[in-house]
């Protein structure tokens, strides 16, 4: 696509970069040098325009390099080595494959086909990314640009931020205003439009700018200075206030996901508009809107992502709705390369890493600590030596019986050594010394037994083991338990999906989705491990599924990955980015960031607690599992005798 240099007024215009150290009066001489060459061909016309535009740009914006963009007919009759001032320029093109500068030289572009001019103008934008990470640029057209050339001028490279300065020309008042208030422009700051008018013989440059926020409700052009050579400037006050003080009750839209407590929200029956809720960012949001006098509106994304690029590199979710200016916002994204090229983002306000959270490795039922403080081996050695006390004790009642007259029943001789293992008192000492003997052994037996069964079983009641919890990636795939995670396509996601560790590499390969109102049930069970940032699980957990007294059923994993934090994205090149950014900063300075977080605990908590304590209270002190264990030894007992007095009935019948 070619560029219209015949319609265009003067054919020319010059690109000036500003970086920081090139001196005011070699810029002014490169100007002069630069008119030279191109008043060969124009006649003149354009020394004064290019000089006046050059005298705002030393007035108004930082120092720079200089880069001329010239039309091919003036590239031809032009050259560095006539211009003794600027003899270190350079030519630069789209097909220049490696090209560098310093801070003090200077290059030229050619201005067309307009599709070779749009590469080099990347490339340049590119080298300066590699010198410094945020620049100042001025733009000086002297001419009324074309749509498409506005459209070239007016791109952003995706790799640094800019402040950029534009200076135009045009021939009258009508044409100023309709470039002030071009759709093109409309997010550009710092704009100026020169207009050189006589007046009784006297030549006067009047300079036009445009306030983008006015309590009009539309950008209103307003006259900023005038020059003359005999006055200078009418006004000693700066041309490009900054305007982002006030918003004057413009209303801002912003994208959103839900995220606890970050952003949470009520939705809206059949509205992409939603209602926000008590959460961190509706309250910086609305700290920040109260300073800059703005409303604002909050909508969902239509897909219900956080956003990733596609196969074809288009963006989902809330990142595409600021990359394609859906909206002026989005919120609390977690910035990473991928996004940082193609959207803007404010500083960090919150630091939180991913991790994950499983079910707690329970431990045994209530009713089997009963028997939990022995081991099987214990048990049986146990139950022997009481079955073979009452053989022994049996065999020494007979001999004593054949030596006397009385003897008792096994039965009875089972229930003296038993209850004396339980501590029951005995009825009858044996006279027979072998008798005294083996029961004072067996009493010292049954104190030792029964006295380390007590003190064990007390401390399984009030310290019950648990088995080993899983506190790192490593184990969670070593383990039994599926990594599940919400698939709408985050950061999170994009991490595993794109990394090229072996162990996220793995992780990814057994990645389970599931919709994030089923992953903390799921979890509970045993077999999942959520994977996400941490403090939206500690939220959940503590408002949501932890029981009285902070006891829940989950466990956070030690390890933690993928450090950062969250941020807003903006549109490349959005005017409010700035203002927004520094009102966010005193909102993170001033500590405020950090009390609403406590609030919002406390908050959620309270309505949680308040929901479920007059159904916990009455288990808080103990509850039913924790009698199981004697009630089954109860029944147990009690089939036992019933079944023996059968057994005695039916000896009797037959």
């Given at each position: 696509?070619?560029?219209?240099?015949?319609?265009?007024?003067?054919?020319?215009?010059?690109v000036?970069?500003?970086?920081?150290?090139?001196?005011?009066?070699?810029?002014?001489?490169?100007?002069t040098?630069?008119?030279?060459?191109?008043?060969?061909?124009r006649?003149?016309?354009?020394?004064?325009?290019?000089?006046?535009?050059?005298?705002?740009?030393?007035?108004?914006?930082?120092?720079?390099?200089?880069?001329?963009?010239?039309?091919?007919?003036?590239?031809?009759?032009?050259?560095?080595e006539?211009?003794?001032?600027?003899?270190?320029?350079?030519?630069?093109?789209?097909?220049?494959?490696?090209?560098?500068?310093?801070?003090?030289?200077?290059?030229?572009?050619?201005?067309?086909?307009?599709?070779?001019?749009?590469?080099?103008?990347?490339?340049?934008?590119?080298?300066?990314?590699?010198?410094?990470?945020?620049?100042?640029?001025?733009?000086?057209?002297p001419?009324?640009?074309?749509?498409?050339?506005?459209a070239?001028l007016?791109?952003?490279?995706?790799?640094?931020?800019?402040?950029?300065?534009y200076?135009?020309?045009?021939?009258?008042?009508?044409?100023?205003?309709?470039?002030?208030?071009?759709?093109?422009?409309?997010?550009?700051?710092?704009?100026?439009?020169?207009?050189?008018?006589?007046f009784?013989?006297?030549?006067?440059?009047?300079?036009?700018?445009?306030?983008?926020?006015?309590?009009?409700g539309?950008?209103?052009?307003?006259?900023?200075?005038?020059?003359?050579?005999d006055?200078?400037?009418?006004?000693?006050?700066?041309?490009?206030?900054?305007?982002?003080?006030?918003?004057?009750?413009?209303?801002?839209?912003?994208?959103?996901?839900?995220?606890?407590?970050?952003?949470?929200?009520?939705?809206?029956?059949?509205?992409?508009?939603?209602?926000?809720?008590?959460?961190?960012?509706?309250?910086?949001?609305?700290?920040?809107?109260?300073?800059?006098?703005?409303?604002?509106?909050?909508?969902?994304?239509?897909?219900?992502?956080?956003?990733?690029?596609?196969?074809?590199?288009?963006?989902?979710?809330?990142?595409?709705?600021?990359l394609?200016?859906?909206?002026?916002?989005?919120?609390?994204?977690?910035?990473?390369?991928?996004r940082?090229?193609?959207?803007?983002?404010?500083r960090?306000?919150?630091?939180?890493?991913?991790?994950?959270?499983?079910?707690?490795?329970?431990?045994?039922?209530?009713?089997?600590?009963?028997?939990?403080?022995?081991?099987?081996?214990?048990?049986?050695?146990?139950?022997?030596?009481?079955?073979?006390?009452?053989?022994?004790y049996?065999?020494?009642?007979?001999?004593?019986?054949?030596?006397?007259?009385?003897?008792?029943?096994?039965?009875?001789?089972f229930?003296?050594?038993?209850?004396?293992?339980?501590?029951?008192?005995?009825?009858?000492?044996?006279?027979?010394?072998?008798?005294?003997v083996?029961?004072?052994?067996?009493?010292?037996?049954?104190?030792?037994?029964?006295?380390?069964?007590k003190?064990?079983?007390?401390?399984?009641?009030?310290?019950?083991?648990?088995?080993?919890?899983?506190?790192?990636?490593?184990?969670?795939?070593?383990?039994?338990?599926n990594?599940?995670?919400?698939?709408?396509?985050?950061?999170?996601?994009?991490?595993?999906?794109?990394?090229?560790?072996p162990?996220?590499?793995?992780?990814?390969?057994?990645?389970?989705?599931?919709?994030?109102?089923?992953?903390m049930?799921?979890?509970?069970?045993?077999?999942?491990?959520?994977?996400?940032?941490?403090?939206?699980?500690?939220?959940?957990?503590?408002?949501?599924?932890?029981?009285?007294?902070?006891?829940?059923?989950?466990?956070i994993?030690?390890?933690?990955?993928f450090?950062?934090?969250?941020s807003?994205?903006?549109?490349?090149?959005?005017?409010?980015?700035?203002?927004?950014?520094?009102?966010?900063?005193?909102?993170?300075?001033?500590?405020?960031?950090?009390?609403?977080?406590?609030?919002?605990?406390?908050?959620?908590?309270?309505?949680?607690?308040?929901?479920?304590?007059?159904?916990e209270?009455?288990?808080?002190?103990?509850?039913?599992?924790?009698?199981l264990?004697?009630?089954?030894?109860?029944?147990?007992?009690?089939?036992?005798?019933?079944?023996?007095?059968?057994?005695?009935?039916?000896?009797?019948q037959?």
């Amino acid at each position: 696509m070619k560029l219209d240099i015949e319609s265009a007024m003067m054919g020319t215009f010059i690109v000036a970069l500003y970086l920081l150290n090139t001196s005011t009066a070699t810029r002014q001489s490169f100007v002069t040098s630069v008119v030279d060459g191109i008043g060969t061909s124009r006649g003149g016309a354009a020394d004064d325009i290019l000089s006046q535009m050059n005298i705002l740009s030393t007035q108004y914006t930082p120092k720079c390099l200089t880069v001329v963009i010239v039309p091919r007919e003036v590239e031809a009759t032009w050259s560095p080595e006539q211009n003794s001032q600027i003899s270190d320029a350079r030519r630069i093109s789209a097909e220049t494959s490696n090209f560098s500068f310093e801070l003090n030289s200077h290059i030229f572009i050619t201005a067309e086909p307009l599709h070779q001019f749009q590469k080099t103008l990347e490339s340049v934008n590119s080298k300066i990314g590699s010198i410094i990470s945020c620049t100042f640029v001025s733009y000086i057209v002297p001419f009324t640009p074309v749509s498409s050339f506005m459209a070239s001028l007016t791109a952003l490279p995706s790799n640094i931020q800019l402040t950029r300065y534009y200076f135009f020309y045009t021939q009258n008042l009508m044409v100023a205003e309709k470039l002030l208030l071009d759709s093109g422009l409309a997010e550009e700051e710092n704009v100026a439009v020169v207009i050189k008018q006589e007046f009784h013989n006297k030549t006067l440059w009047s300079v036009l700018t445009r306030q983008l926020l006015h309590p009009s409700g539309s950008p209103k052009v307003l006259k900023a200075n005038t020059w003359s050579r005999d006055t200078g400037f009418t006004s000693t006050q700066h041309i490009f206030p900054d305007q982002m003080e006030n918003f004057y009750g413009k209303e801002l839209r912003g994208s959103v996901m839900p995220f606890s407590p970050f952003i949470m929200y009520d939705k809206i029956e059949g509205s992409l508009v939603v209602k926000p809720k008590p959460s961190l960012e509706v309250y910086i949001l609305g700290a920040i809107a109260q300073q800059l006098n703005f409303t604002y509106v909050l909508v969902k994304p239509e897909d219900g992502q956080w956003g990733s690029p596609t196969v074809d590199g288009h963006w989902t979710g809330v990142v595409g709705d600021s990359l394609y200016r859906h909206a002026n916002f989005s919120f609390c994204l977690k910035m990473n390369l991928e996004r940082r090229k193609v959207i803007d983002f404010t500083r960090v306000y919150y630091y939180d890493p991913l991790t994950f959270v499983t079910g707690k490795t329970n431990p045994s039922s209530l009713w089997k600590k009963l028997i939990t403080p022995f081991s099987s081996f214990v048990w049986v050695v146990v139950v022997c030596g009481v079955g073979g006390t009452v053989l022994f004790y049996d065999m020494i009642d007979r001999a004593q019986t054949a030596i006397s007259s009385s003897r008792s029943l096994s039965s009875h001789t089972f229930m003296h050594i038993f209850g004396s293992f339980l501590g029951q008192t005995l009825s009858n000492i044996p006279w027979l010394l072998a008798g005294r003997v083996v029961l004072g052994f067996w009493l010292v037996y049954s104190l030792l037994v029964t006295t380390y069964y007590k003190t064990s079983l007390t401390s399984t009641l009030a310290v019950p083991f648990k088995p080993p919890t899983i506190n790192t990636l490593q184990q969670l795939l070593s383990s039994n338990i599926n990594p599940v995670m919400v698939n709408i396509k985050g950061a999170s996601h994009r991490l595993f999906e794109t990394s090229e560790v072996p162990l996220y590499q793995k992780v990814y390969k057994n990645l389970q989705y599931f919709p994030k109102r089923e992953m903390m049930s799921l979890v509970t069970g045993g077999q999942y491990g959520y994977i996400n940032y941490k403090t939206p699980i500690e939220f959940t957990m503590v408002t949501t599924f932890s029981k009285m007294y902070a006891e829940t059923k989950f466990h956070i994993a030690m390890e933690e990955f993928f450090p950062g934090g969250y941020s807003w994205g903006f549109p490349k090149g959005s005017p409010y980015l700035r203002i927004i950014d520094r009102t966010m900063g005193w909102c993170v300075m001033s500590g405020l960031t950090k009390k609403w977080l406590k609030d919002l605990y406390k908050i959620y908590e309270k309505k949680q607690t308040e929901e479920k304590s007059s159904l916990e209270a009455r288990d808080a002190v103990i509850s039913s599992e924790n009698e199981l264990g004697p009630f089954f030894i109860l029944l147990f007992g009690a089939g036992g005798g019933a079944s023996l007095f059968f057994l005695e009935l039916l000896k009797k019948q037959y």
